[in-house]
């Protein structure tokens, strides 16, 4: 790091696809915040998540091996401390280190991705909002200011069951419907595999 080094801040969203983003063109999908972030910052527009599960997936993008290579299928088996991983390499370079995480299974213990961070915030037990997430985040990077500083923040909020609050829980549905009405249910015929 130099000195005025940027913060690098790594985003990590459970579970947004990019047709549903404004970033990329969606005509339903309202996201200003997101369209604003990818302005100012890098876009990966031809990205693919090496797989559907969270710690899988991450794992992958915070050490650069695909699932085959790491060998981390589910979201309770941590990660190795011989894999390394982005958040060493940023320690290695003299960088502070910072994570804020929305689920448990996330968190160091159940992950292993607390390795090179020099603090990884994540729930107790479960999974927290996002509001709940940033204002811890924005009150632990008080204890890094003025520090070059690597900070992964991830997001859990767009994941199933998908209970926006509202507003937003009817933003795309007509007046007379029901977003929540049971007999809408989506129905899974055959079996699943």
Same mark, same amino acid.
């Given at each position: 790091p130099r000195p005025h080094a940027p913060t690098v801040r790594f985003s990590t969203s459970d579970?947004?696809? =990019?047709?549903?983003?404004?970033? /990329?063109? =969606?005509?339903? #999908?309202h996201t200003p915040a997101l369209v604003a972030l990818a302005e100012r910052g890098v876009l990966f527009e031809d990205a693919l998540a090496a797989t559907n599960l969270t710690n899988p997936s991450h794992i992958a993008l915070l050490t650069g091996l695909e699932v085959r290579d790491h060998q981390i299928v589910d979201n309770g088996t941590p990660l190795t401390a011989r894999a390394a991983t982005l958040a060493e390499a940023f320690q290695t370079a003299g960088w502070r280190t910072l994570a804020c995480v929305s689920v448990e299974h996330l968190s160091d213990k159940n992950s292993g991705l607390g390795q090179g961070f020099d603090r990884l915030l994540s729930p107790s037990d479960s999974t927290r909002s996002v509001i709940?997430?940033?204002? @811890?985040?924005? /009150? #632990?990077? =008080?204890?890094? @200011?003025? @520090?070059?500083?690597?900070c992964w923040l991830h997001l859990f909020d767009a994941h199933s069951p998908y209970q926006p609050p509202a507003p937003y829980d009817r933003l795309h549905y007509a007046k007379n419907k029901d977003p929540r009405d049971p007999s809408r249910r989506l129905a899974y015929p055959g079996r699943f595999l």
């Open positions: 579970t947004h696809r =990019a047709d549903n983003l404004g970033t /990329h063109g =969606a005509g339903l #999908a709940e997430t940033t204002d @811890e985040l924005q /009150h #632990a990077l =008080a204890d890094f @200011e003025g @520090e070059p500083l690597f």
